[in-house]
T-cell receptor, first 116, second 110 residues
Framework: NAGVTQTPKFQVLKTGQSMTLQCAQDMNHEYMSWYRQDPGMGLRLIHYSVGAGITDQGEVPNGYNVSRSTTEDFPLRLLSAAPSQTSVYFC???????????????FGNGTRLTVT | GQQVMQIPQYQHVQEGEDFTTYCNSSTTLSNIQWYKQRPGGHPVFLIQ?????EVKKQKRLTFQFGEAKKNSSLHITATQTTDVGTYFCAGQGNTDKLIFGTGTRLQVFP
C-alpha cells in the first residue's frame, strides 16, 4: 500500500517551459487536491477534485491546469512556468468530505520545483 | 474568500516549556483539523474538531475549538525535542475546500 505517490521529487525548469507533476493514490479516495507551500505562506490550495471527471479551483489556480480522468490519478500541469511558481508542491487525498465532517488528508512526499 | 491565520509564525522554547499556537478563521467553520510537518517532511494529520467548544487531548497536546467555531488553539505541555516542526490548522467552511493556516514553526532547544 503506497499511499499517495508524487513524481518527480525534484524538478528544475526554465521560464516558459511546461511540465506535469504526477500524483497517484491507491486508497480509492474520491477527493484529491494540490497545494503549494511557500515560506511564511503556509499551504495554499491550487485545485481539487471530488471525484473522477470533476475538478474545481482553489485559492491560487492561475497558471495551473488539472484533470481527473481516473480515481487514482490527479496530474497538475504548468503550461508556461514562471519564477513565481518556484515552490514545494504537495498532492493530498481523502475520502470525499461532503457535509460537516471532512476526513483527514493523506499527503504525498512533495515535489520541489525551481523555475529559473 | 475564506482565510485562516495562525500566530505566532515562529516560536522558540526551551525543552520543558509550554507552547501554544492560535488559529483564526475569517468565516465560521464546520470543522477544523490540525497537522504537523517535520522539517523536510509532509504534513501529517493530528486531530479533527467538529463541535463548538470542543476540547480534545492527545498525551501532552490539547486542542480546542472556539465557541463561535471561528478559532482554535493547540497547546503543548512540557515540550520535547521531538515536538519540533511546523503546526498547521486547516479549516473547512461550507464548501469542499480545506484551507490551511499559515503555520507556526516550533523550535525546541535542549
Amino acid at each position: 500500500n503506497a499511499g499517495v505517490t508524487q513524481t518527480p521529487k525534484f524538478q528544475v525548469l526554465k521560464t516558459g517551459q511546461s511540465m506535469t507533476l504526477q500524483c497517484a493514490q491507491d486508497m480509492n479516495h474520491e477527493y484529491m487536491s494540490w497545494y503549494r507551500q511557500d515560506p511564511g505562506m503556509g499551504l495554499r490550495l491550487i485545485h481539487y477534485s471530488v471525484g473522477a471527471g470533476i475538478t474545481d479551483q482553489g485559492e491560487v489556480p492561475n497558471g495551473y491546469n488539472v484533470s481527473r480522468s481516473t480515481t487514482e490519478d490527479f496530474p497538475l500541469r504548468l503550461l508556461s512556468a514562471a519564477p513565481s511558481q518556484t515552490s514545494v508542491y504537495f498532492c493530498a487525498s481523502s475520502y470525499f468530505f461532503g457535509g460537516q465532517k471532512g476526513p483527514p488528508l493523506h499527503f504525498g512526499n512533495g515535489t520541489r520545483l525551481t523555475v529559473t | 474568500g475564506q482565510q485562516v491565520m495562525q500566530i505566532p509564525q515562529y516560536q522558540h522554547v526551551q525543552e520543558g516549556e509550554d507552547f501554544t499556537t492560535y488559529c483564526n478563521s475569517s468565516t465560521t467553520l464546520s470543522n477544523i483539523q490540525w497537522y504537523k510537518q517535520r522539517p523536510g517532511g509532509h504534513p501529517v494529520f493530528l486531530i479533527q474538531l467538529v463541535k463548538s467548544g470542543e476540547v480534545k487531548k492527545q498525551k501532552r497536546l490539547t486542542f480546542q475549538f472556539g465557541e463561535a467555531k471561528k478559532n482554535s488553539s493547540l497547546h503543548i505541555t512540557a515540550t520535547q525535542t521531538t515536538d519540533v516542526g511546523t503546526y498547521f490548522c486547516a479549516g473547512q467552511g461550507n464548501t469542499d475546500k480545506l484551507i490551511f493556516g499559515t503555520g507556526t514553526r516550533l523550535q525546541v532547544f535542549p
